[in-house]
């Protein structure tokens, strides 16, 4: 019989058929997407363009406004 003492673990080997390296296979078009342009070092360049174009969108928004409101 085996014991179960700390020093005698034992591990099964993996069943090689069930693995499933190709991760790329079993995801969405928008998993994908998002794992490209939202993850990492691509990501942190992707937020900081649509923070800065929002902040101009915002700014443009602002000054047509201003220029209206104050024509007269």
Do not use: F
């Not at 794992?35 to 969108?57: D, F, I, S």
């Amino acid at each position: 019989m085996e014991s179960n003492n700390a020093a005698s673990v034992h591990y099964d080997r993996w069943n090689e058929e069930n693995i499933n390296v190709n991760v790329e296979a079993n995801q969405t078009t928008n998993q994908r997407l998002y794992n490209r342009l939202c993850v990492g070092p691509t990501g942190v360049v992707v937020k900081a363009v649509g923070a800065l174009a929002a902040l101009v969108v915002v700014y443009m928004i602002g000054y047509v406004t201003g220029y209206y409101v104050h024509r007269c």
